[in-house]
């Protein structure tokens, strides 16, 4: 379960430090401006998370796996030979598109199973609610920081994705165990997240 | 004591909810988005104070009422047939003023008395400190979101308000008990901040 | 050891508030206004270095010297005569440049100096973690409140300035002591930041 954990973190880590490395690009940051908003994105969801959980020093204090991984992965990003690719709009689309959805899945459930050995006791609605803030934490953090409305106000079904799929994991938790409510719920969420983009589904707007 | 302050957070939360909400629907938010910053807004000082506190996880992760409420009364005012009423400028204006103003004055008292209880002694800078970072961060976290500059820094005596009645609120704690203390600290803050606005109270600006 | 300590939070606390008053002036804020973004960038870095250690409530909501200090500032900045001094632009450009400069370079050791007192045992990559947030998070909260991409994305060696200071600093500490350690870390960081900005240093742009 640990190793599980640590594989997924990381997965979610590298999703989420591309989706801000590729912002901070697009907003012609220099090579620090873009590894900041690239570590700001992959750590900010797991910060809030155990801000809030009282889990203090945050881990991405204590462990540098994250940040490292974060500033490396921000570093790729800027290469010019890498960032020429990416100035083809369809293809830089589809990468933000999979790593944000990516992280919004892993983060959302590893904030539940944070919670959930965290000794808070079992509370529905403090697990959706931790999942779906932590999830969505670092992408607002990094669209704030560049400038822009936050995503989540503006697209899609984003949220409720992050919601549907906490939802998901929390209540098989109990019956079904960590592991299996984990890839139960991430996988509802990062399939909402494409699918809804895809095909464009969307809500009502004012 | 505790019925009473439940009875008045409700009121706090349904107030900063509309404000969000209707902030939401103004920047043509779908319905989510309008969820979410009436959400975000509705339990932002709340979360500020019990993170400043130290009560974590905060209460707003542990009970879903406040959340749930704000989810509600953001429905409510994203419903055609009342999105319709607030398309008349002044009528929305006066929402806006009301419900922003209970919200300010309650949270900022609110966050008064969970300090009193929470065993960090009387200290009357934190106190005072404290009421007027929760009772303006609910606010500040939605202009901040939504992509404005915060209110807090550009309009009357918004700021002050919250000042002046948190110090009246700390100052009787002592004296006058804390129903009375909570009473005659919001109706400060209430009163400060809607005369300012009527009779365009204004600052010295640069 | 703490009355240099001291000192030296006054003045970040006065380089920092000076730096968020002229900001502030500079959007043509209200005088509570420019109070307040005085107030939340001069307090910032240290309330973020205490929530991630678990510190609660912050030393500013403990210490009312800090806020008192930052408000006495910001007023001075706002009087006429001050602000009338601050039209020359050159001049206000030096002006931010040394006390944005001090408020870094002082806030990312005292935060380094925080964490070793406070029985997180020494880890090397927490502490130039939580040195950098704490130096640059002041700055960062006054940009993105007034509306601005926060600087440490798009100018000069900014956060590689706190970095560098914080890794001589955490190096050194075992070795040479607390006091020189902290002198050492912050004429870095301040001999960094000015130099890159006097010589147009730059990092590669996208």
Redesign the interface.
């Known amino acids: 379960m640990d190793r599980i954990l640590f594989f997924l973190g990381l997965i979610g880590t590298i999703s989420f430090a591309i989706s801000g490395a590729v912002t901070?690009?697009?907003?012609?940051?220099?090579?620090?401006?873009?590894a900041?908003?690239g570590v700001i994105t992959a750590t900010g969801g797991g910060?809030i998370r155990d801000?809030?959980?009282?889990e203090?020093?945050?881990a991405?204090?204590?462990?540098?796996v994250h940040?490292l991984t974060a500033i490396a992965v921000s570093i790729i990003v800027?290469l010019p030979a890498v960032?020429k690719r990416l100035d083809d709009k369809r293809m830089q689309g589809t990468l933000l598109l999979i790593t944000d959805s990516l992280g919004l899945a892993i983060f959302t459930v590893s904030a539940i199973q944070t919670?959930m050995v965290s000794g808070?006791g079992y509370?529905l609605?403090?697990l959706v609610?931790?999942g779906t803030v932590s999830g969505v934490g670092g992408g607002?953090l990094r669209d704030?920081?560049?400038?822009?409305?936050?995503y989540?106000?503006?697209k899609h079904?984003?949220?409720?994705a992050s919601i549907a799929g906490a939802l998901v994991c929390a209540l098989l938790w109990n019956i079904a165990g960590g592991v299996i409510s984990i890839i139960a719920g991430s996988t509802v969420i990062f399939t909402m997240r494409v699918l809804s983009a895809k095909y464009h589904w969307?809500?009502?707007?004012?």
């Open positions: 901070g690009v697009n907003k012609k940051m220099d090579i620090f401006g873009v900041v908003l910060i801000l809030v959980l009282g203090l020093p945050p991405a204090f204590r462990e540098p940040a800027f960032r919670a808070t509370n609605f403090l609610f931790i607002v704030v920081l560049a400038g822009d409305v936050p989540i106000f503006t079904v984003y949220a409720c969307s809500l009502p707007h004012a």
